[in-house]
């Protein structure tokens, strides 16, 4: 069967655009990502804050444009779709924001903004059918009716990410990006919204892209995790199985651990991150990896298939028993 989505060497350059005095510069958000996605699975996406997380959910929902690489969704290419056409297929993949209080314009009513998928698509609707479609999305997303007539300050952090939910889902989309939507709640709120996605993942068949810097939360919701580092991508992590990469494995260690009777020293990474406007020749994670070997300064290393879809790009075999047996004897 056809994935819903595949990435085929996606990437994306920004450029500062120079001036008189000074030279134009290049920086690498995004780096020869590639991945497919399969009807109905929730693929997580992490790493640290400027790892490309936000800019590839971007690129997959067609917000900005990519510099090189291929966007194929349903077997169809969609990065040469522009206008009309892209906005057709649109209907298909929404994108759900981090900030639930700039996603809806405050000057909108709840009515206003969960029908303004509708207007922009162009779909026509009686008043009586605006209305039933409003109440059906509000109840969606567990919502009471009566809050059609509100506006977002009137609303908690919570319920505006439920309303943020419902507009994506309005035109019954099969791909929905979330792009850290339970970063600004409250924990007991993000359970919530969570419980919510994952009844709605199954209800209507949903296929989600969720990125987060929650890395507890994304092992528990996700089936698989890509992680980034720099713009690229150093491992693809099914659910439940062993970290390989360094990285990855210094990342999920850092998980808070609410149990105090679990709690653990952290081994900390040093060193700096490289720059994107200098990405570095060999592998990026080099210069702060406790295993460096000299051809990682000078050798990219590639994804390689582990088992099934665990995949790593690292020249160091056997990381991460390696690191275990090094933090046992420590």
Do not use: W
């Amino acid at each position: 069967m056809t994935p819903l989505l595949s990435i085929r060497s996606l990437s994306r350059v920004f450029s500062n655009g120079g001036g008189l005095f000074r030279k134009k510069r290049q920086f690498r958000a995004v780096t020869d990502v590639s991945f497919d996605l399969e009807r109905g699975e929730i693929l997580g996406v992490v790493g640290e804050s400027g790892c490309g997380k936000s800019t590839l959910a971007r690129l997959v929902s067609r917000l900005i444009e990519p510099t090189g690489g291929e966007i194929l969704f349903d077997g169809q290419n969609i990065r040469p779709l522009k206008g009309r056409a892209l906005s057709r297929l649109r209907r298909r993949f929404q994108m759900v924001f981090q900030d639930p209080y700039s996603s809806i314009d405050p000057r909108q009513s709840i009515r206003s903004a969960l029908l303004e998928p509708f207007d922009v698509q162009g779909i026509r609707m009686n008043r009586a059918e605006r209305d039933a479609k409003v109440s059906e999305l509000l109840a969606m997303v567990s919502l009471p009716a009566h809050l059609a007539d509100s506006y977002q300050h009137q609303l908690s952090g919570g319920q505006k990410q439920r309303v943020g939910i419902a507009r994506a889902l309005a035109l019954s989309p099969s791909l929905v990006v979330l792009d850290e939507p339970t970063a600004s709640l409250d924990v007991s709120i993000q359970a919530q919204v969570i419980n919510l996605l994952q009844d709605l993942r199954d209800r209507l068949d949903l296929t989600y892209v969720f990125i987060s810097h929650d890395l507890a939360l994304v092992q528990y919701f996700c089936d698989r995790i890509l992680v980034m580092y720099l713009g690229r991508i150093v491992e693809v992590l099914p659910r439940g199985a062993t970290p390989t990469h360094p990285y990855t494995i210094a990342l999920l260690d850092s998980a808070f651990v609410p149990d105090p009777h679990h709690r653990r020293d952290i081994p900390r990474i040093s060193g700096e991150i490289p720059s994107g406007y200098d990405e570095p020749r060999g592998c990026a994670f080099a210069g702060r990896c406790p295993l460096v070997e000299n051809r990682c300064h000078s050798q990219l290393p590639h994804l390689k298939s582990l088992a099934g879809t665990h995949a790593v790009a690292c020249h160091v075999k056997g990381a991460a028993q390696i690191i275990l047996e090094t933090e046992n004897a420590v």
